[in-house]
């Protein structure tokens, strides 16, 4: 019999890391996030350089989570309520391709159970003829952003950026 690891991997790209972060950062479940940079081309990248839009880099969260205590398919459903799947390389007033949507698999089982639950919401006409835009992509090199940029609303006190909640 083969033994689950007690911790898998998801990386997720929806705009803005640090609100993404804190999301994921309250599911109970999740053991640890690491905002950074990934599917880009520039080798440790800076947020100034991300920025520019000349890197090829999202602004991405690496979730890592217990999965007997929170599905990777529990995620994916956090993941499409917390931004828009359908504004393409932006997300509310952040525009550019490092705040585009996508999902950076881990496994051929990630990949398959991220497309299947991109093309049930498809399915469900909840954007109507707004067609999802979101990446499904191998995951590359994930490059840990700065340190003032982790866990950035715990730091700073600060409100969260504005994540409107898709699916009320």
């Known amino acids: 019999m083969e033994n689950k690891p007690q911790v898998e991997i998801a990386t997720f790209a929806a705009g ?8 994921f950062r309250r ?28 890197t090829g880099h999202a602004e991405a969260v690496q979730v890592e989570f217990n999965p007997a205590v929170v599905s990777y398919d529990q995620l994916l459903e956090i993941f499409w309520n917390i931004h828009d799947p359908t504004q393409l390389n ?7 391709t490092n705040y585009r949507s996508a999902i950076f698999y881990h496994s051929e089982e990630q990949k398959a159970k991220a497309e299947a639950s991109r093309d049930r919401l498809k399915q469900t006409g909840k954007f109507r003829d707004r067609p999802i835009v979101t990446e499904v992509v191998p995951a590359s090199k994930f490059w840990r952003a700065e340190e003032y940029h982790q866990q950035y609303f715990e730091k700073s006190g600060q409100g969260y950026c504005a994540i409107p909640k898709y699916w009320e």
């Open 90 to 96: 932006r997300q509310g007033p952040d525009i550019g």
């Open 16 to 23: 803005c890391f640090w609100g993404v972060e804190a999301e």
């Open 27 to 54: 599911v109970k479940g999740v053991t640890s996030t690491t905002v950074g940079y990934t599917g880009g081309t520039t080798p440790e990248p800076t947020y100034e350089q991300v920025s520019s839009g000349r």
